[in-house]
């Protein structure tokens, strides 16, 4: 029981103390924003400008990872029932301050409340267990397919033009 609650105390300190949090679904981990408040964190997105929320369903569960503030290493990993707030109910007027207040450069700072009802969601992530175990193998992930690509090997026979033009000029 005593582990328990400590487990639950860890969770929570840890949770609102960190800026971001890791948090899986049912596709890829991602890096979220989010507010604690009232025993669970919350989460805003899916709408233009916002974070994305992909694999985060109503009723699934979540794997929520937290990293220390100062050493910016895994803290602790909880598991999150996954409760989508409806706009208007009596929870979402509770937190959406609190979002509003946590949410950065919002381009449109003051009608952000009624954006957010009309396009977005707001996930709340209570939860359900936790563990300190740290994994022993790499965490690492392959990183999402992307059109970006890198610049390409300079030409060989760049560094000779650049000297000549240097040169030409002096």
């Known amino acids: 029981m005593t582990d328990q609650l400590l487990g639950q105390a860890l969770v929570e300190e ?3 103390k ?5 948090v899986r679904g049912e596709g890829p981990e991602r890096a979220l924003w989010h507010v604690w408040h009232e025993g669970a964190a919350h989460l805003v997105g899916d709408g233009p400008g916002e974070q994305p929320l992909t694999g985060l369903v109503d009723g699934g569960t979540a794997t929520v ?3 220390s503030k ?3 290493g895994r803290l602790v990993a909880w598991t999150a029932s996954v409760t989508e707030l409806k706009p208007g109910s009596e929870q979402w007027e509770e937190v959406l ?3 509003k207040g946590k949410r950065l450069n919002a381009p449109d700072a003051e009608q952000v409340p009624e954006r957010w009802a009309r396009e977005c969601r707001v996930l709340r992530l209570e939860p359900v267990s936790s563990t300190t175990d740290h ?3 790499s965490l ?3 990183p999402p397919a992307t059109p970006a690509t890198t610049r390409n090997a300079v030409p060989a026979a ?3 033009l650049l000297r000549k033009k240097k040169r030409n000029r002096g």
Do not use: M, N
């Not at 960190?18 to 890791?22: M, R």
């Open 140 to 142: 690492a992930a392959v």
């Open 97 to 99: 301050p609190e979002l």
């Open 70 to 72: 100062d050493k910016g």
């Open 18 to 22: 960190s800026g971001l949090v890791w």
């Open 158 to 160: 760049l560094p000779r």
């Open 135 to 137: 994994p022993t193998g």
């Open 65 to 67: 990872t937290v990293r």
């Open 14 to 16: 840890a949770t609102k």
